[in-house]
């Protein structure tokens, strides 16, 4: 229920209706309670095909026109065992053929064309061309948490003060862990680990090694703020050139392999872009060009430079500020100049959940994505800290409806015999009293205050649309909205209304059984302490942030 169901009287209707969606909260505060919303948003992975469905295969026993599990023909379930496919009748096997090489030979044959880089097999020289992986194992001395942010629970707790229900805890997980922004994850080292982590100051990127962050500096819009590039113009080659080499994975042009700058550029190339590639199978992808076009626009390429201007030097009045004519002088000066102050050594980090992937070590990358999705599959974790947080800002937590954690305004209480209620409440009460299974919010109000019948000749009702509520009627939900204020009943997101405890609060058996068992004893009975009527199905949760 909305507060501007609880104003008063004198207001007109309009103002009484809900204006939940006028509210400034973000737009993700809308989902927060409706269940069948969350469960669709993260029922869609459970979807997707699995690794062995990706080709469109065949189920168990089925058929497959054209080969179907890799025969030549239609392979049934039972048709027979493993064997030697054949491409006919009487075929000989493929394994068999003798017009021609086997297939793994084939490139090796005689005019067969140069092994590229990434090819599979070996050499005819008998080297390895085979891609080499540099595989890094994952840290087990890095300890990666999830925590939700402070903006997202005082939106939350916003939330739940404004409309009154009680709240599912682990739909409120689900809608923090939907999207990164709404969370924080912390890198903690454990005492026995030697080397810290690596942080960039200015763009809050995180790695392993000192190396990688200077190196993630240099190669990011990070650099900006130390140096500034600049396009120059510069004087055309000079010469008569019949061809140009160009890169064959990226088409950026090298120049003429007779031009004194072809090495230099090869070089850094291969430094700057393909440093995991050896040098010499990257030189074998590098194509010659010879049509007047493109030396025509290697020329106009070679006519334009770059430099860096160095920002952060105090220059004297009236002289130029230092720069650098090429790329690795650059690099050279802020390695030497600003790689000390541009990165920071810490222990223990928090970064936010929408964190860059480039920004990241991959190591650290996979261990944040591992923390997330168990997070998603074991919500208990994150939503004690989201109770944690939420009863700091003053809200209530309790157990109910096959003890799940719900969040609410007030803590439900039990109706106590010694309260009197007016004749509205009491009819409410009396009626919750009687559906101990609960009531939705429009079955009870129609109870109390049945909608009159409707006039065959006004217009249908859009979809979506309810019917004005009579004044009867909104008396009823400012009934029972003061209910709910006061924990004698407890309104659900899902529109589901129950008593705040059913029945009415029990005396202590404790105390009355002392009071024989002393006399047994000879002793005097010690006279029962006054206590409160404590609920026993209400669990606060302790603060799990300590």
Same mark, same amino acid.
Request: charged letters at 30%; hydrophobic letters at 30%.
């Given at each position: 229920?909305?507060?501007?169901?609880?104003?008063?009287?004198?207001?007109?209707?309009?103002?009484?209706?809900?204006?939940?969606?006028?509210?400034?909260?973000?737009?993700?505060?809308?989902?927060?309670?409706?269940?069948?919303?969350?469960?669709?948003?993260?029922?869609?992975?459970?979807?997707?095909?699995?690794?062995?469905?990706?080709?469109?295969?065949?189920?168990?026993?089925?058929?497959?026109?054209?080969?179907?599990?890799?025969?030549?023909?239609?392979?049934?379930?039972?048709?027979?065992?493993?064997?030697?496919?054949?491409?006919?009748?009487?075929?000989?096997?493929?394994?068999?053929?003798?017009?021609?090489?086997?297939?793994?030979?084939?490139?090796?044959?005689?005019?067969?064309?140069?092994?590229?880089?990434?090819?599979?097999?070996?050499?005819?020289?008998?080297?390895?061309?085979?891609? =080499?992986?540099?595989?890094?194992?994952?840290?087990?001395?890095?300890?990666?948490?999830?925590?939700?942010?402070?903006?997202?629970?005082?939106?939350?707790?916003?939330?739940?003060?404004?409309?009154?229900?009680?709240?599912?805890?682990?739909?409120?997980?689900?809608?923090?862990?939907?999207?990164?922004?709404?969370?924080?994850?912390?890198?903690?080292?454990?005492?026995?680990?030697?080397?810290?982590?690596?942080?960039?100051?200015?763009?809050?990127?995180?790695?392993?090694?000192?190396?990688?962050?200077?190196?993630?500096?240099?190669?990011?819009?990070?650099?900006?703020?130390?140096?500034?590039?600049?396009?120059?113009?510069?004087?055309?080659?000079?010469?008569?050139?019949?061809?140009?080499?160009?890169?064959?994975?990226?088409?950026?042009?090298?120049?003429?392999?007779?031009?004194?700058?072809? =090495?230099?550029?090869?070089?850094?190339?291969?430094?700057?872009?393909?440093?995991?590639?050896?040098?010499?199978?990257?030189?074998?992808?590098?194509?010659?060009?010879?049509?007047?076009?493109?030396?025509?626009?290697?020329?106009? =390429?070679?006519?334009?430079?770059?430099?860096?201007?160095?920002?952060?030097?105090?220059?004297?009045?009236?002289?130029?500020?230092?720069?650098?004519?090429?790329?690795?002088?650059?690099?050279?000066?802020?390695?030497?100049?600003?790689?000390?102050?541009?990165?920071?050594?810490?222990?223990?980090?928090?970064?936010?959940?929408?964190?860059?992937?480039?920004?990241?070590?991959?190591?650290?990358?996979?261990?944040?994505?591992?923390?997330?999705?168990?997070?998603?599959?074991?919500?208990?974790?994150?939503?004690?800290?989201?109770?944690?947080?939420?009863?700091?800002?003053?809200?209530?937590?309790?157990?109910?409806?096959?003890?799940?954690?719900?969040?609410?305004?007030?803590?439900?209480?039990?109706?106590?015999?010694?309260?009197?209620?007016?004749?509205?409440?009491?009819?409410?009460?009396?009626?919750?009293?009687?559906?101990?299974?609960?009531?939705?919010?429009?079955?009870?109000?129609?109870?109390?205050?049945?909608?009159?019948?409707?006039?065959?000749?006004?217009?249908?009702?859009?979809?979506?649309?309810?019917?004005?509520?009579?004044?009867?009627?909104?008396?009823?939900?400012?009934?029972?909205?003061?209910?709910?204020?006061?924990?004698?009943?407890?309104?659900?997101?899902?529109?589901?209304?129950?008593?705040?405890?059913?029945?009415?609060?029990?005396?202590?058996?404790?105390?009355?059984?002392?009071?024989?068992?002393?006399?047994?004893?000879?002793?005097?009975?010690?006279?029962?302490?006054?206590?409160?009527?404590?609920?026993?199905?209400?669990?606060?949760?302790?603060?799990?942030?300590?």
């Amino acid at each position: 229920m909305s507060e501007s169901e609880s104003s008063t009287p004198d207001q007109p209707q309009d103002d009484l209706l809900d204006l939940s969606s006028l509210r400034m909260m973000p737009a993700w505060v809308a989902d927060f309670g409706k269940e069948e919303k969350i469960i669709e948003r993260f029922a869609g992975r459970e979807d997707r095909p699995q690794r062995g469905d990706r080709r469109g295969g065949g189920g168990f026993g089925e058929r497959r026109p054209g080969g179907g599990g890799g025969g030549g023909g239609e392979r049934r379930f039972g048709s027979g065992g493993p064997g030697p496919r054949r491409d006919g009748p009487g075929g000989p096997p493929r394994g068999d053929r003798r017009d021609g090489p086997p297939r793994g030979d084939r490139r090796d044959g005689p005019g067969a064309g140069p092994r590229r880089f990434g090819d599979r097999g070996p050499r005819r020289d008998g080297g390895d061309n085979r891609p =080499q992986r540099e595989w890094v194992p994952i840290p087990q001395d890095i300890q990666v948490t999830i925590y939700p942010q402070d903006e997202t629970l005082d939106t939350l707790a916003q939330h739940v003060r404004n409309t009154g229900h009680a709240f599912s805890m682990f739909d409120a997980a689900r809608i923090v862990l939907a999207g990164g922004e709404r969370f924080h994850v912390r890198y903690q080292c454990a005492d026995t680990r030697p080397a810290p982590l690596f942080k960039s100051m200015i763009d809050g990127g995180l790695f392993l090694t000192r190396d990688e962050a200077v190196s993630h500096v240099l190669h990011s819009p990070a650099i900006e703020e130390y140096y500034r590039a600049e396009d120059i113009e510069l004087e055309a080659p000079k010469g008569d050139f019949k061809s140009v080499a160009i890169c064959g994975m990226c088409g950026e042009f090298l120049g003429p392999p007779s031009h004194h700058s072809y =090495q230099t550029s090869l070089i850094r190339l291969h430094r700057e872009r393909f440093a995991n590639m050896p040098f010499e199978d990257f030189k074998r992808r590098v194509r010659v060009d010879s049509t007047p076009e493109a030396v025509e626009k290697w020329k106009a =390429q070679a006519s334009k430079g770059r430099r860096w201007v160095y920002l952060k030097g105090e220059v004297a009045e009236g002289a130029e500020p230092q720069t650098f004519s090429t790329r690795a002088e650059m690099e050279t000066h802020f390695r030497r100049t600003h790689a000390a102050d541009s990165v920071v050594e810490l222990r223990d980090v928090n970064v936010p959940g929408n964190i860059d992937k480039g920004k990241l070590t991959h190591v650290l990358f996979i261990l944040l994505r591992n923390a997330v999705e168990n997070a998603r599959k074991h919500l208990f974790d994150i939503s004690q800290k989201l109770a944690a947080g939420l009863e700091r800002r003053g809200l209530k937590m309790f157990k109910r409806r096959g003890g799940k954690m719900f969040v609410s305004r007030v803590r439900p209480r039990a109706v106590d015999p010694s309260v009197v209620f007016s004749a509205p409440l009491a009819k409410l009460v009396e009626l919750l009293k009687q559906n101990s299974g609960g009531m939705h919010l429009h079955a009870l109000v129609e109870a109390i205050a049945p909608s009159p019948p409707r006039d065959e000749d006004a217009p249908p009702l859009a979809p979506g649309e309810t019917p004005k509520p009579t004044q009867q009627q909104i008396e009823v939900l400012k009934d029972i909205r003061w209910l709910t204020n006061e924990g004698y009943v407890i309104e659900y997101s899902d529109g589901m209304i129950f008593l705040g405890v059913q029945g009415e609060p029990q005396p202590a058996k404790k105390d009355e059984a002392a009071a024989p068992k002393a006399e047994k004893a000879g002793k005097p009975a010690k006279e029962p302490k006054p206590r409160r009527a404590r609920v026993p199905v209400i669990e606060v949760l302790e603060d799990v942030f300590e």
